[in-house]
């Protein structure tokens, strides 16, 4: 037997604006719930993650979290905010094999703690977070998909070489240039992703439409 029929394929899941809703800051901007009673799970995020895992998948968490670099939320917050995404999943039958999580950020704040102020290899678009999670976990990429709501999650997932879901209300826009990738499929909202993966199995030879 192959070693590589000895892996597992995985599906990816970004964490805000994919799994939970986006939180909007002071000034209207995009930001990510830095509380643990401000994530609140999009419709049918713990039966996407329920049903993928009864078909094969393990459920792997990729999400950038520069609040950490930035002094937003420390990595204990961001440890319990995790643990209530756990618990919201779990109460609809879903969970999460794993959290990857990059909590860098190249510039930072002015004025926080510069730890975590890098750069690094597993921030999105980088596909560290999934490389690392597919040595330690025995993930087989080239059968496992990224879903995500930006282009970056994209980027990571082909740079991985997985299928990749963008979810978007809109078709996406044409690459500007070689490196702004289109996605494989795009989706409304995770019942149509995991309408996308169950018919396109693991192993499956079906190709992109």
Not at 35 to 52: I, K, Q
Not at 55 to 83: C, F, R
Request: aromatic fraction near 4%.
């Amino acid at each position: 037997m192959s070693e590589s029929a000895n892996l597992r394929p995985a599906v990816f899941l970004d964490r805000d604006g994919t799994l939970n809703e986006i939180v909007y800051d002071e000034n209207g901007m995009e930001n990510s719930p830095f509380r643990p009673e401000d994530l609140v799970l999009l419709p049918r995020a713990g039966e996407f993650t329920r049903r993928v895992r009864d078909a094969g998948y393990l459920a792997v968490l990729a999400t950038n979290q520069p609040g950490v670099a930035k002094g937003s939320v420390t990595i204990a917050g961001l440890d319990q905010i995790h643990e209530r995404l756990l618990d919201l999943l779990a109460r609809e039958g879903g969970g999460l094999d794993r959290i990857c999580y990059c909590p860098h950020h190249p510039i930072g704040r002015d004025g926080s703690p510069t730890l975590f102020v890098q750069v690094c290899d597993c921030r999105k678009p980088a596909a560290g977070m999934l490389l690392k999670a597919a040595r330690e976990m025995g993930i087989d990429l080239s059968r496992s998909w990224m879903v995500g709501d930006k282009l970056l999650d994209v980027k990571a997932g082909h740079a991985a070489g997985c299928r990749t879901i963008l979810l978007t209300k809109s078709a996406p826009e044409p690459p500007l240039n070689s490196n702004d990738l289109l996605p494989d499929y795009s989706a409304s909202d995770l019942t149509q992703a995991l309408d996308i993966i169950l018919q396109h199995r693991a192993g499956s030879d079906s190709q992109p439409v």
